[in-house]
Nanobody
Framework: QVQLVESGGGSVQAGGSLRLSCVASGYTYSTCMAWFRQAPGNRREGVATFCTGAGTPDYANSVKGRFTISQDKANNTLYLQMNTLKPEDTAMYYC??????????????WGQGTQVTVSS
């Protein structure tokens, strides 16, 4: 049974930073793990992904240079370091595993989400 549990969300002012964590239990690292986000009224969009066998992670253009995805396989944890946050980053952030790149429908496992709110 795979379980993904996110934490680390919160409310910050624009320009601030947050680090999201996703503890993955029962998951063997294959294909991709990713962070998605969804704001009210918007579709779920891929933010950052880390794929097994890929040389480097991939990021949405809107977060490149500000967000960093990383893995700690020893502790089964996926991180998303978010710097220079903007109000448009406000969304529910989800950890996902077992899919491919930024194709949300392709992912098998999802966390419950953690809310990030950025005020101007």
């Amino acid at each position: 049974q795979v379980q993904l549990v996110e934490s680390g969300g919160g409310s910050v002012q624009a320009g601030g930073s947050l680090r999201l964590s996703c503890v993955a239990s029962g998951y063997t690292y294959s294909t991709c793990m990713a962070w998605f986000r969804q704001a009210p009224g918007n579709r779920r969009e891929g933010v950052a992904t880390f794929c097994t066998g890929a040389g480097t992670p991939d990021y949405a253009n809107s977060v490149k240079g500000r967000f960093t995805i990383s893995q700690d396989k020893a502790n089964n944890t996926l991180y998303l370091q978010m710097n220079t946050l903007k109000p448009e980053d406000t969304a529910m952030y989800y950890c996902a595993a077992g899919g491919w790149w930024f194709i949300a429908a392709d992912y098998t496992y999802w966390g419950q989400g953690t809310q990030v709110t950025v005020s101007s």
